[in-house]
C-alpha cells in the first residue's frame, strides 16, 4: 500500500521507465532509428546493411514493433516491383534528444573506461 505522495510519484515514474525501456529497449530498436533518421537510409535493405549484425528475420520483427508502437510509418508504393520504404514519425522525433543524451554518455563512458 503507498503511504506517501512521493511513493506515488516514485511508482509513477518507475511505470513511465519500464514503459519507455520496453517501447525502445533492445539491441537493434535505436540503431534501427538511427539508420532511417540519418539519410536515405529507409528502404529495407538499406536499413538492413546500415545496421551491422542484424538479420533480416529481426529486422523484420523490430520493423513491425516500431509501426505498431507509432514509431515509424511503413509505407508501400505501387511500382513494379513493389517499393517500401520506412520513415520515423514525429513521434518518434521527440526521442532525439534522449538518442543524443546516450550518444553523448556512450562516448563519455568509453573514454572513462579506456582511462583505467
Keep these: 500500500m503507498v503511504n506517501k505522495v512521493e511513493d506515488i510519484t516514485s511508482?509513477?515514474?518507475?511505470?513511465?521507465?519500464?514503459?519507455?525501456?520496453?517501447v525502445i529497449g533492445g539491441k537493434w530498436k535505436m540503431p534501427i532509428i538511427f539508420a532511417i533518421?540519418?539519410?536515405?537510409?529507409?528502404?529495407?535493405?538499406?536499413i538492413e546493411?546500415?545496421?551491422?549484425?542484424?538479420t533480416s528475420r529481426m529486422l523484420s520483427l523490430e520493423l513491425k514493433d516500431m509501426e505498431m508502437n507509432k514509431l515509424i510509418t511503413r509505407t508501400v508504393y505501387p511500382d513494379t516491383p513493389v517499393r517500401i520504404?520506412?520513415?520515423?514519425?514525429?513521434?518518434?522525433?521527440?526521442?532525439?534528444?534522449?538518442?543524443?543524451?546516450?550518444?553523448?554518455?556512450?562516448?563519455?563512458?568509453?573514454?572513462?573506461?579506456?582511462?583505467?
Aim: with cysteine; hydrophobic share 35%; charged share 30%.
Design 11 to 22: 511508482s509513477k515514474q518507475l511505470e513511465a521507465l519500464v514503459d519507455t525501456i520496453y
Design 37 to 46: 533518421c540519418t539519410g536515405a537510409h529507409r528502404r529495407f535493405r538499406e
Design 49 to 54: 546493411r546500415n545496421v551491422t549484425g542484424i
Design 85 to 116: 520504404e520506412y520513415e520515423v514519425t514525429d513521434y518518434c522525433k521527440t526521442l532525439i534528444p534522449l538518442i543524443q543524451a546516450m550518444i553523448d554518455w556512450g562516448m563519455l563512458h568509453r573514454q572513462k573506461i579506456r582511462e583505467n
